[in-house]
Structure formats: structure tokens, C-alpha cells
């Protein structure tokens, strides 16, 4: 479909344009539906309502620390994630020469 803007009138033109306007609005909304329902599909592979994941902890609920991906092996019930701070025991076995991946769980 080829369109000669150039023998168009400013008034054809901007009408022109209007519908083009719309019809990319159009295509966009058809997209954003698209895209929604894709996830709320894949959400509901996992188990979960989409709104379920997207509205986040519940008031007053606390935010979990994360897995535990060192544990100490003197004393197991001492675990660091690897986020933030070294705890002490990390810091005295790596100054014991003992390597990190002697440290993961």
C-alpha cells in the first residue's frame, strides 16, 4: 500500500496521522494485553497468582535474609550468605589460610 503524502492536503495529512496515532495505541494496548497474559500464565505454572507475586510481603512482615550459602565448620549453626559484612568466623578461618570454598555449604 503505497500512499502519495506528497499531493496530500494538511488537513488529509493530519487526519492521516490521527489514524495512525490510534492504531499504534491499538497495537500497544493488544501488546501490553499479550505480555500480561503471558505472565499470568507462567505464574500459574509455578502455582501462583500473578497479583499474588507481584503485590510483595505483607504489611509488617519481615524481609527474609537470604540462603545461606557459607556455613562454619567449627560451628554449623553459624551461616553467612555472602551478602554484606564478613562475620568474624569468615574473617579468622580466611586468615587461617583456609580458602572460601571450604566455607560453602
Do not use: C, H
Amino acid at each position: 500500500m503505497e500512499i502519495d503524502l506528497d499531493n496530500m492536503s494538511k488537513d488529509e495529512l493530519l487526519a492521516l496521522k490521527a489514524k495512525v496515532d490510534k492504531a499504534l495505541e491499538t497495537v500497544e494496548a493488544r501488546r501490553k494485553a499479550e505480555a500480561l497474559k503471558a505472565l499470568e500464565d507462567k505464574a500459574r505454572e509455578f502455582g501462583y497468582p500473578l497479583n499474588e507475586l507481584l503485590a510483595g510481603p505483607a504489611k509488617g512482615a519481615k524481609a527474609t535474609k537470604g540462603v545461606p550459602k557459607y556455613r562454619n565448620p567449627a560451628d554449623p549453626s553459624q551461616t553467612w550468605t555472602g551478602r554484606g559484612r564478613k562475620p568474624q568466623w569468615v574473617n579468622d578461618a580466611l586468615a587461617k589460610g583456609t580458602p572460601m570454598e571450604d566455607l560453602e555449604i
